[in-house]
């Protein structure tokens, strides 16, 4: 087996001497090995991950399994994610140091102090995994369109425009004004869709429609607690639309698990979603803007490792 580690480093930028550590205790582990057979990289761009993984597997012997490691947040575990899909004999683990490692909790709480065990994780068996074909990309968390990414692009837009960056009040500050006013923008909060679920006709307006693998987004927040990300279905929870206050209450029920009464959920595993006007649309944690996307569910598409033979939890 050869094992592939992938280090997002703004994780790490003012902590330069945590990422050393962890290279060092990477290569301790593997200097024990009678074969060591391993590469230890670090992704300077987004998506460049894809083809660091891609030159590592035209090295890699034939037939020879390739074990990814993702070290970070959601925002490598997404890159490699999308670096293995179609890939033979390919394995992916995540490795959480980033603010937000969704993924992770789809094994339960308090487990993420076991995935930074080198010698576990690379022993480790795997859990074959659902994924989601989004577009043109790949998701292992959930995909959203509405509301959230149209918050989150809008934020980007304001970021880009401070050379120095935004300071955390700021930052906070802008994401609440702009949240606000989304709230009573109705091309955001109450868009007519075109959505197909399974051939069936759910078109009409939402404020929110989220296509859901694993129950957890965000630091703390449970989406859906019955999704499970390898049960071979797609959770699809659409918002219908609602006065400012019943929408928030409504996002904040659903941040606690719970699904409100002006929710429709659906089980499925194909979802096409078009409208007029550009969508605001986020993958995992990739966001873009387009009229039309489907999301297909992809079964056991990846082999996910699973220190201590864990297994996905309910909640």
Sequence with gaps: ?????????????????????????????????????????????????????????????????????????????????????????????????????????????????????????????????DMIKAGYNYAINGCTVGLTPAVAIKMRDVSAKFEKGLNRFSAALWHFLINFVSLFDKDIIARRYTVTIDDNDYSGNYSLINIINGPCFGRKKNALPEAMPDDGFLDVVLFKPADVLSTLASFAKYARGKIPSNCVRVQARKVAIQSDNPMWIQTDSEYLMDTSINFELVPEAVQMVAVDNLAYQRF
């Excluded at 997002?8 to 945590?18: A, G, H, I, N, S």
């Excluded at 200097?31 to 890699?60: C, H, M, W, Y």
């Excluded at 033979?88 to 076991?114: C, Q």
Aim: proline share 6%.
């Design 1 to 129: 087996m050869k094992h592939v580690y992938i280090i997002d480093p703004k994780l790490f930028r003012e902590q330069q001497w945590k990422m050393d550590g962890l290279i060092d205790s990477i290569g301790q582990y593997f200097r024990t090995q009678e074969k060591p057979n391993f590469s230890t990289l670090v992704e300077k761009f987004p998506r460049e991950a894809i083809g660091l993984i891609q030159r590592q597997v035209d090295e890699a012997e034939e037939d020879e399994t390739v074990r990814v490691y993702a070290i970070g947040g959601d925002d490598i575990l997404f890159d490699c994610l999308n670096g293995i899909v179609g890939l033979p004999n390919m394995e992916l683990a995540t490795v959480p140091y980033g603010t937000v490692n969704s993924f992770i909790r789809s094994f339960g709480e308090g487990k993420a102090e076991l995935f930074r065990n080198i010698p576990a994780l690379a022993e480790a068996p795997v859990i074959p995994t």
